[in-house]
Structure formats: C-alpha cells, structure tokens
C-alpha cells in the first residue's frame, strides 16, 4: 500500500512556473518507479515524467523535454516536477503515480498500481 498525496497546482499565464510536490507514504520498494501523467479535458491520459528511486534515472514526455524537470528527495519520500516555461497546452490535471514496474515501461500508464488525487494546473495565454 502506497498512498500519494499531491500539492503545487494552480492557475498561471504562459511562460510561468510551478512546482508540484508528491508525498509518498506506506509501503515502498527498491525498484520503485515514480512519475507524473496528466490528463486533460476530453483527453486521455498522456505520460509526463518518470525517475526511479535508486539511481535517480529519469524519462520525459517529448513535449515537456527540456521544460520540466523530475526530480526526488528520498529521505521525504517527496517527488517533485518543477515546470518552467509553462504553455497552455500544458494545461490539465495532473496525477502523481508510483508503480513497481521497470524503467523501460514508465510510460505505460497499466503499469502505475498507485495514483494520486490530482492536481489542476491552467495556463492561460
């Protein structure tokens, strides 16, 4: 058992940042992968990023590639994705997920056993 419990969202203009944080607490192993899809009105849910507990190795979505940033601190068992440059095609809930699943299926949503509540982000133009 693994509960996520998500803070950080919230409205901005294009081209600001937010963070979102992700306090993880229960049960957690080794090969634990963590991340963040989002999923936006009328759409499916889309991959964001993902890292891996031990080592840190991370993935990333193309369309955020190079904008946001995962990240963990594993003493708070707290992930992180700092979004920079923010656009309103990023405007949607956004969902902390753990999975005990391996780095080359992060981005299969299947994968992910635990999710968060969601956090709204809107950027507006």
């Known amino acids: 058992q693994v509960q996520l419990v998500e803070s950080g969202g919230g409205s901005v203009k294009a081209g600001d940042s937010l963070r979102l944080s992700c306090a993880a607490s229960?049960?957690?192993?080794?090969?634990?992968?963590m991340g963040w899809f989002r999923q936006a009105p009328g759409k499916e849910r889309e991959f964001v990023a993902a890292?891996?507990?031990?080592?840190?190795?991370?993935d990333y979505a193309d369309s955020v590639k190079g904008r946001f940033t995962i990240s963990r601190d594993n003493a708070k068992n707290t992930v992180y994705l700092q979004m920079n440059s923010l656009k309103p095609e990023d405007t949607a809930v956004y969902y902390c997920?753990?999975?005990?699943?391996?780095?080359?299926?992060?981005?299969?949503?299947?994968?992910?056993?635990?999710w968060g509540q969601g956090t709204q982000v809107t950027v507006s133009s």
């Open positions: 997920v753990c999975a005990l699943a391996p780095y080359s299926r992060a981005r299969d949503s299947r994968m992910y056993d635990y």
């Open positions: 890292i891996t507990w031990t080592g840190g190795i991370k």
């Open positions: 229960g049960r957690t192993f080794s090969e634990q992968l």
